[in-house]
């Protein structure tokens, strides 16, 4: 039966969480009727007075009780520990997740913060072009301008410069 205890504890840890639970809430099941099968046969043995004249005398029957309670014992012993070794493992298993979550959203975080402050450096180097050549576009045409007169009807304008990376909002 270890042998079995461990293969399953391996297997356990192979499992989803979905399946685990299946597996906690059967052997609950389990824990229940044998339970209501300690309750049966000790219902069992009180009824059974015959027996106990037939076993030849109270004290031989006081040990075939006794095996009976340590047998049941024993069982419930175990599924309680099996139950409390796969909460145990599954608790460790959680916890192991939950950093694993917490590290990778800390490091998205960071990741979408550094490609924000690039993608604002970005905006505002070609805004700050943008600006610096409608100046320089600006200045030419007062320059050219103020040598054709005041005149508004002698004005001048350069080509529209060509859009740049879709506009800016």
């Known amino acids: 039966m270890q042998g079995d205890d461990s293969k ?9 969480r979905a399946e685990l639970l299946e597996m906690l809430i059967e052997q609950s ?17 009180d009824d059974r007075t015959i027996q106990l004249q037939q076993t030849g005398s109270i004290a031989e029957a006081a040990l075939a009780l006794n095996d009976i309670f340590k047998a049941a014992d024993q069982a419930a012993s175990q599924y309680i520990e099996s139950i409390k070794r796969m909460e145990h493992e599954k608790n ?73 990376g879709g506009g800016v909002s």
Do not use: H
Request: a negative charge; one cysteine or more; hydrophobic letters at 25%.
């Open 29 to 45: 099941k389990e824990v229940e009727s044998l339970k209501k099968e300690v309750a049966k046969l000790q219902k069992q043995l």
């Open 92 to 164: 460790v298993e959680f916890q192991a997740l939950r950093q694993k979550t917490l590290d990778a959203c800390a490091v998205m975080r960071e990741d979408t913060q550094e490609y924000c402050r690039r993608l604002r450096y970005e905006s505002e180097a070609k805004r700050d072009a943008l600006y610096a050549q409608l100046e320089k576009e600006k200045e030419e045409i007062e320059k050219n301008n103020s040598s054709e007169g005041s005149d508004p009807s002698t004005w001048t304008c350069l080509e529209a410069p060509p859009s740049v």
């Open 8 to 16: 399953e504890g391996r297997d356990s840890k192979r499992l989803s």
